[in-house]
């Protein structure tokens, strides 16, 4: 198994917050009631101002399709600090139940990545992969992503492994006093990292990034068994993409055959490049 992060310093950690401001605000935490029997004891409480009330009603106007009132509710909650009502709120808007004219969705996003919720700074984070911002934007979409992928959220370990290596991605060229700056520039060998700890993981989408590596040489040396291997970890994954790569229906018989003994003499498992387990070395 790959060694593991080695703790970075205090002060970086610090540094790091005032990007999360995960301190700035006082985060609820509540259990989802989905009594409806308990719909007007529930409303009650809520109208009283209890936050996890207010969340609960939110939610159970939503099963209603009444999306205005759920609005007003989850509103309500969120304000109060109930991170996963701000984050329930935005997908109103993402999915088009609520109309948006100004940017509500990202809005509430962002107070629920803000506040730490895994599941709105991946939301955020392929918004940024699909419209690339500034360097600003970048740092603080790869910290959110650093720290859920440390917390061992997969999706976020292959997200912020493809913003190390994607030269699309953000800034190249950092002031050498940016510390959050250098840290998030584009590495190969963080590349590597982050994405092979998805891939280790039976994320597909990282493992066919891994055999991209092995095949081209991005950040380590071209090795095709690897990219077999890792390839058929892809496609045992669901990847269709991979499956079309190790599809050889369309040669001849006689080639399939040599393929097929070649291949029994292959005496390798599927693993990570040296220079990835490089990257956080001491």
């Known amino acids: 198994m790959p060694a593991r992060l080695i703790a970075r310093r205090s002060l970086f950690t610090c540094l790091l917050a005032l990007f999360a401001s995960t301190c700035q605000a006082a985060v609820v935490e509540c259990s989802l009631n989905t009594d409806r029997s308990q719909f007007g004891s529930q409303l009650e409480l809520a109208i009283d101002g209890d936050a996890c009330a207010q ?62 919720l895994v599941h709105a700074q991946i939301e955020l984070a392929f918004d940024y992969i699909e419209n690339p911002g500034d360097s600003a934007e970048r740092v603080r979409v790869m910290s959110w992503l650093e720290q859920a992928a440390q917390q061992g959220d ?23 006093d940016d510390e959050l700056g250098m840290h998030f520039s584009l590495a190969d060998d963080k590349a ?30 071209v090795n095709q068994v690897q990219r077999r291997l890792w390839l058929e970890r892809a ?48």
């Open 55 to 116: 969340f609960s009603v939110g939610f159970l106007f939503y099963t209603q399709q009444e999306y205005e009132q759920s609005r007003l509710w989850y509103a309500s909650a969120a304000e109060q600090g109930v991170t996963r009502a701000a984050f329930e709120l935005a997908l109103l808007y993402r999915d088009h139940l609520l109309d948006d004219p100004g940017a509500e969705r990202v809005r509430w996003m962002n107070m629920a990545a803000e506040q730490g």
């Open 154 to 176: 997969v999706k976020a370990m292959y997200l912020l492994g493809w913003l190390y290596g994607n030269d699309a991605s953000g800034v190249q060229d950092m002031a050498s």
């Open 192 to 221: 590597l990292y982050w994405t092979c700890q998805a891939a280790e993981r039976d994320d597909a989408d990282a493992q066919m990034s891994l055999s991209d590596a092995y095949s081209y040489g991005r950040g380590t040396r």
């Open 235 to 282: 496609a045992s994954n669901g990847s269709e993409e991979a499956r079309q790569w190790l599809d050889t229906s369309d040669m001849a018989w006689y080639s399939r055959l040599e393929r097929w003994v070649k291949w029994q003499l292959v005496d390798e498992t599927a693993r990570c490049p040296d220079e990835a387990m490089a990257a956080f070395s001491e």
